[in-house]
């Protein structure tokens, strides 16, 4: 019985272990690394499925593909990046979440600030506040409580849209 609940214990312990490290790097990244061009070739590569190095040099606007070259390198390096031999392309291998990543979302190839999705989830508390409002009339309306529940998902959305926009305009 003791060895059956040490597994089960060893069991769940391995699967949050994994869980906890899907898409992330099990590779240290040195603050160093991901900054200035380089991260703006790892950004490149996270909005696209995978990308040749004069794709990237091209859309980047650097002048020569040995940049570009160079920023690859290291982040193969770090074990980020790898490159497809068959057709010279390189691809994420795995993500990062550090510095302003952190504040991204990946959804397919786009990436979204991690507060447009609480400023979603405010935006639905409102939709649903104004459907019981209308539903419950004017004694719902009268209520202190209710307006005090208004001020905070107004308060949370109109927060949620200037971190937003705020993070949006760091991106690299």
């Known amino acids: ?4 609940k040490s597994l089960v214990s060893r069991f769940f ?5 994994r869980i906890k ?20 070739v790892y950004w490149f590569l996270l909005t696209h499925e995978d990308a040749s190095i004069r794709e990237i040099q091209r ?7 040995g940049t570009v070259t160079y920023q ?12 497809d031999l068959e057709n010279d392309k390189y691809r994420i291998k795995s993500e990062i979440k550090s510095g302003i990543l952190g504040f991204y979302v990946r959804i397919g190839y786009r990436m979204i600030p ?22 419950r009339g004017d004694t719902f309306i009268s209520d202190p409580f209710n307006w005090i529940i208004l001020f905070i ?20």
């Open 72 to 83: 690859l390198s290291k982040l193969e390096t770090a074990g980020v990046v790898t490159k």
């Open 1 to 4: 019985m003791t060895e059956r």
């Open 13 to 17: 312990s391995t699967l949050r272990l």
């Open 21 to 40: 490290s899907i898409g992330i790097s099990q590779t240290p990244i040195d603050k160093e690394i991901l900054q200035g061009k380089t991260i703006q």
């Open 114 to 135: 991690r507060f447009s999705l609480y400023l979603i989830l405010f935006l639905f508390g409102i939709i649903c506040f104004a459907f019981v409002a209308i539903d």
């Open 59 to 65: 859309a980047l606007h650097y002048a020569s593909p």
């Open 153 to 172: 998902l107004i308060s949370g959305i109109f927060a949620f849209i200037f971190e937003s926009i705020r993070i949006w305009r760091m991106r690299p």
